[in-house]
């Protein structure tokens, strides 16, 4: 695989201790979808002060604000999130016993900041714990919320001080929401909606642990996921919003594959700290992008029979990734299928994302390519029931 060239000029500083003095590891390629406000490409750079990985990107938090309101994928059904798929509910209900375990009360305030359609809030209520409220870019995700009983505001980090003026919180949780955000500043006000004795939770993916759960090449890096951080760069955050790092704990999230996740947690609050935690995760992140670059190209299982055009499944952040890389060089694609609504009737490389009813009646006998990182047999199973009785092949990329 030939990495684009490395910019020259930075566009921006360590979002977490502003050092300057960074190191570009290699430049992403990610074929958006037409209409997103994120470009197609950016910079992964190392940050040696703090041993942070982040996207240098040129995309604004503005443009990240229109993103996930418009185009992201959470409203979806059975998005990540939403407790609907199997090992959604599984990874909820793990998340769900460790937010519990930090509220005092069964009535005790908390927010969980970018809840999705509000599987977690649901999840914990299961436990008896009923004072959550959430917030999501998506006003999908607020109107799904309160169809199940659920209080979810619709609006963006920069708006929780207004939303909840004057109202204190034992828990403030982001879960796998700081890996998303541009600016990394729009969590300061949130020390001024904690209790004296309140906690922060942040769980994001364990940057230090990327190589040990490989996927597909460059899986852990999207247009999404522009932090990469680590136990030593989350102590970091902490100390700049003005909390001690009272826990840290990794662990690994259930995937419907079977396979696992790295996860790392940190609970912030006042009092003393854990000691602080080794740099790991730009030497991780440097042997993790070599393994990548040297992994051969994607395959594709069962292998496509030549000369057919091929149907997509999948025009998410492994199908950008992949154009981006030019694994799907030199095939004929007809047209992408995807359930979530916010990218049906866009384009992405130049092709149509319809639903996959529509694009599944419309080429009824084109080979399938299933492009998720998860899922994969709900989707097989899906493809089957649309096309019974008809001959088409089914293929994943591996
Ligand atoms: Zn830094």
């Given at each position: 695989m030939n990495a684009p060239a490395l910019r020259e000029a930075r566009h921006r500083a360590c979002p977490l201790c502003a050092a300057r003095q960074v190191t570009g590891l290699r430049a992403m390629r990610l074929v958006q979808p037409s209409g997103s406000p994120l470009p197609g490409e950016y910079d992964l750079v190392a940050c040696d002060v703090c041993d942070f990985v982040y996207a240098d990107t040129a995309a604004t938090q503005g443009?990240?604000?229109?993103?996930?309101?418009?185009?992201?994928?959470?409203?979806?059904?059975?998005?990540?999130?939403?407790?609907?798929?199997?090992?959604?509910?599984?990874?909820?209900?793990?998340?769900?016993?460790?937010?519990?375990?930090?509220?005092?009360?069964?009535?005790?305030?908390?927010?969980?900041?970018?809840?999705?359609?509000?599987?977690?809030?649901?999840?914990v209520a299961r436990r008896g714990f009923d004072g959550g409220r959430g917030l999501d870019p998506d006003p999908g995700c607020a109107a799904l919320g309160a169809r199940q009983g659920l209080k979810i505001h619709a609006g963006t980090l920069d708006r929780v001080a207004q939303l909840f003026t004057g109202q204190r919180f034992e828990l403030i949780v982001l879960s796998h929401v700081a890996e998303h955000l541009r600016d990394l500043s729009l969590l300061q006000p949130l020390r001024e909606q904690l209790t004296a004795s309140g906690r922060l939770y942040i769980e994001v993916p364990d940057a230090g642990r990327y190589g040990e759960h490989p996927r597909t090449p460059f899986y852990y890096v999207d247009s999404e996921h522009i932090n990469h951080f680590g136990p030593a760069s989350l102590q970091v955050l902490a100390r700049e919003l003005g909390f001690a790092a009272l826990?840290?704990?990794?662990?690994v999230l259930p995937l419907d594959d079977r396979s696992g996740y790295p996860a790392l947690a940190l609970i912030a609050g006042q009092g003393s700290g854990v000691p602080p935690a080794a740099p790991e995760v730009v030497s991780h992140?440097?042997?993790?992008?070599?393994?990548?670059?040297r992994q051969a190209a994607v395959r594709i299982e069962p292998p496509l029979p030549e000369g057919?055009?091929?149907?997509?499944?999948?025009?998410?952040?492994?199908a950008q990734r992949?154009?981006?890389?030019?694994?799907?060089?030199?095939?004929?694609?007809?047209?992408?299928?995807?359930?979530?609504?916010?990218?049906?009737?866009?384009q992405l490389a130049g092709r149509p994302i319809l639903t996959p009813a529509a694009g599944l009646a419309a080429h009824a006998d084109a080979p399938l390519l299933i492009c998720a990182a998860v899922e994969h047999r709900q989707i097989e199973a899906e493809c089957r029931a649309f096309g019974e009785g008809r001959t088409r092949s089914i293929h994943r990329v591996i």
């Open positions: 443009d990240y604000d229109r993103y996930y309101a418009h185009c992201a994928k959470y409203a979806a059904a059975n998005a990540s999130g939403s407790g609907e798929a199997a090992s959604d509910n599984r990874r909820l209900a793990d998340a769900a016993e460790r937010v519990a375990r930090l509220l005092p009360r069964a009535d005790s305030p908390w927010l969980d900041l970018g809840c999705g359609r509000g599987g977690l809030l649901a999840a826990a840290l704990e990794r662990f992140m440097r042997a993790y992008l070599e393994a990548c670059e057919r055009e091929v149907l997509v499944w999948g025009a998410g952040s492994m992949l154009l981006g890389l030019g694994a799907f060089e030199g095939l004929a694609l007809a047209a992408f299928l995807d359930n979530d609504p916010n990218k049906q009737g866009r």
